[in-house]
């Protein structure tokens, strides 16, 4: 992502609360006006319609909190990594805070394209007996086919082939708590997807981490193109 003279910086932050039910595209466009508040020294595209040069991770589903969210951006001039994180956390909405950032090495591969895994954390309204039976019937299966709507049209998938862990934790305040493990390709697969196809109900998911896998070795994002050490921002 980095430009010949940009300054590419890696953002990781949390979702949690109300703000999990905005679409990605508000959460983008939250990030947009708060470094417009700070005056942030963001790069832009050229053309006739120039536009921040700034790119997410995977999406996040609606309804969904998570403590592992990433953003890309390529700023004109360095900045203090730790001030700069406390202030665009101040000017985000409430529910999404900054916990980490790091310069990025020059051409940093895409977000999109360098995470492998992502893992989520849970509660579903079934008992822990009957969630640890539906997991192991599930995880038996060659195939767990899951029909969804795509483009107004009815199709059929597998997600069986995406699923590279899935546990019962136990249970806590009275509510069965799953862990799942999904890789990103060729087809990701949905944590309520699952859920569905081995007969579980979903009552509540959070994004717990997200995985860049190279040369053997498992990454977390920020740290995985991070030009020196990485940033944690402090949320106070």
Known sequence: ?????????????????????????????????????????????????????????????????????????????????????????????????LTGAAELVARAPALFESVSEVEYRMVVRDGEAAARDAVARGLECCSLPVARIRKGRQVVDDVREAIRDLRVLGEENGRTVLELAVATRPRSARPGDVLSAIGLADEHTVRTNQWIERDGARLEPLAADARGATEQVSAS
């Open 1 to 97: 992502m980095r430009g010949d003279m940009g300054f590419p910086v890696r953002l990781r932050f949390s979702e949690h609360g109300k703000v999990r039910f905005i679409s990605h595209r508000d959460v983008a466009r939250a990030f947009e006006r708060a470094l417009r508040i700070e005056q942030a020294p963001l790069a832009f595209t050229q053309g006739f319609s120039p536009r921040p040069k700034m790119s997410f991770g995977l999406a996040l589903s609606v309804g969904h909190e998570s403590d592992a969210e990433y953003l890309d951006l390529e700023l004109t001039e360095p900045v203090e990594l730790d001030d700069f994180g406390r202030r665009l956390s101040a000017s985000l909405p409430e529910g999404i805070c």
